[in-house]
């Protein structure tokens, strides 16, 4: 008798705790979708590419519970039919119309580039004049020869590197020489493609100093692991650099600069033009560190012009990249005339690729300037830009970037333009765009003759708006009316772009 009424008890016991557990279940299971409802509303992203992002983020979390829960969502974003508006398109163009090349060698000076830039004119006059302000020439034809003349160098100097293939190994590279306006300091190779130096080190170049010029190179990283090559150039802030005509490759952040020296005694990258280079990486970076083939920290009044800037992906920690992007509480950043393909000859990994952004992710307050970051970038300029397949995030990111003007750009299956947060505020302009353009957290922008196309060939021919620009992709000048996006009709028979769709 006592054994049936201890038998009782405990199926009573398991009975009410099963319905109390199977209650608790269903609680928690609808409080989760509605949560994922929640969040998935607050992205607004196309269903495939939020569930590929959410499978991604949780199977990389530390608790297996929480791992096991991204194997269901990676069969739903693969189970999904793609039944929404953004149209994957196969993009062929010719990359050598910007980018460095043999051609560009040797500085050619345009005066109708330089009109209403007074900042890229300064550049361009100390190109033209440093052939005759020059106070001597040194020629290398070793990495020891090199790094001698880079420590030794004084005003003046012009540091020519003979032909041939260059191996070193080091930690860093410091250029801490400081040149004049007058009487910078040339690093170079005397023609593009002549030079290749092949940098096992965690950082590449550091330059500290001021008023350097490099050109003509091609700097690759040949590190054991991705972890160990960190940046091919690392800008520290230097001030007054033109940095033009090279490739740089297979490093994390490619391109890295920021302040030099406590708070209230800082030193910022300002003043830099970037122009004709190539930047890409062969392969994904598998890093934990930030990949960003430009990354820009606290700088203003940064060119960032005529570049091929390619295949940024990352397969570690957040698994989200960046081509480009100026942040820290900088100003007076221009972007233009760049080719962007985030997905070049990497293909789409369902991992985040970011094209151009003007504040990125944000900035921690003590790297910002002036000690804080209520904007991460003012007055910035985005125009006459081919940004290709980013095809899981946007081609344009705003992060509290105020008063942007985005104009004349062409972007190609990527998932459009976000202004985010109420700090950032933006006039679009004559850009054609294979997604959406939109506000999220507050952001604020102004609409004007912008094409939005989602089911059709977008190269078709459209009426001519009235030009917010002087020139296009391929440096061809605007008449008072023209195209829409970065690309004229004169532009595109050079740079033979074809747009099909799978």
């Known amino acids: 008798m006592k054994n049936f009424k201890l038998s009782k008890i405990i199926s009573n016991y398991f009975y009410k705790v099963g319905i109390l557990a199977h209650f608790i279940a ?7 979708m509605i949560a994922s409802g929640y969040i998935y509303n607050k992205y607004d992203l196309p269903a495939k590419v939020f569930f590929q992002r959410a499978s991604a983020s949780l199977a990389n979390e530390s608790s297996p519970i929480l791992r096991k829960v991204s194997i269901p969502l990676s069969y739903l974003a693969s189970a999904l039919d793609t039944q929404n508006e953004q149209v994957n398109y196969h993009v062929v163009y010719n990359r050598h119309v910007v980018g460095a090349s043999s051609a560009n060698s040797i500085f ?5 580039e330089v009109e209403n830039n007074t900042i890229l004119s300064s550049f361009y006059q100390r190109l033209v004049t440093f052939e005759q302000t020059k106070l001597r020439t040194i020629r290398v034809n070793t990495s020891e020869e090199l790094l001698n003349a880079i420590k030794q160098a004084k005003p003046g100097d012009d540091i020519v ?5 260059y191996q070193i190994s080091q930690r860093q590279i410091y250029l801490k020489k400081n040149g004049t306006a007058m009487a910078p300091i040339r690093l170079r190779a005397e023609n593009f493609n002549e030079v290749t130096i092949s ?4 950082e590449g170049f550091v330059m500290i100093g001021d008023y350097w010029i490099v050109e003509n190179l091609k700097v690759t990283g040949s590190c054991a692991t991705n972890q160990q090559c960190e940046h091919a150039i690392h800008i520290v802030g230097a001030q007054q ?10 490093f994390n952040s490619i391109v890295k600069a920021n302040a030099n020296g406590q708070v209230g005694n800082r030193e910022f990258p300002d003043n830099i033009l970037f122009e004709h280079n190539n930047l890409y990486n062969e392969t994904s970076r598998q890093t934990n560190t930030s990949v960003t083939l430009i990354d820009v920290v606290t700088g203003s009044n940064w060119l960032i012009r005529k570049n091929f800037i390619a295949n940024n992906s990352k397969h570690g920690s957040d698994y989200v990249s960046y081509a480009v992007f100026l942040k820290g509480n900088g100003d007076n950043g221009l972007i233009e005339q760049n080719i962007i393909d985030c997905e070049w000859s990497l293909a789409n990994d369902s991992y985040t690729r970011v094209g151009i952004s003007l504040g990125g992710g944000g900035t921690g307050e003590k790297y910002c300037r002036g000690g804080g970051c209520p904007i991460e970038h003012s007055n910035g300029i985005v125009r006459n830009n081919l940004v290709t397949n980013c095809s899981q995030d946007v081609g344009i990111y705003l992060n509290k970037a105020q008063n942007t003007q985005i104009t004349h750009n062409t972007l190609l299956n990527t998932l459009g333009i976000d202004v985010r947060f109420k700090e950032s505020s933006a006039i679009i302009t004559n850009n054609i765009i294979t997604s959406h353009i939109r506000t999220r ?5 102004k609409l004007n003759n912008n094409i939005i196309e989602f089911d059709k060939d977008i190269d078709s021919t459209y009426p001519s708006v009235m030009s917010q620009s002087q020139f296009d992709l391929c440096g061809f000048s605007r008449f008072k009316f023209s195209s829409n996006g970065a690309i004229t009709n004169e532009c595109q028979k050079k740079l033979a772009l074809k747009i099909t769709s799978p």
Request: charged share 15%; proline share 0%; glycine share 8%.
């Open 26 to 32: 269903i609680i928690f299971i609808l409080l989760a």
């Open 108 to 112: 050619k000076y345009k005066t109708e």
């Open 161 to 165: 590197i003979s032909a041939g293939r």
């Open 199 to 202: 940098l096992n080190t965690l």
């Open 241 to 250: 650099l033109i940095i033009r005509n090279n490739e740089l490759t297979n």
């Open 441 to 445: 957290n507050g952001g604020s922008m």
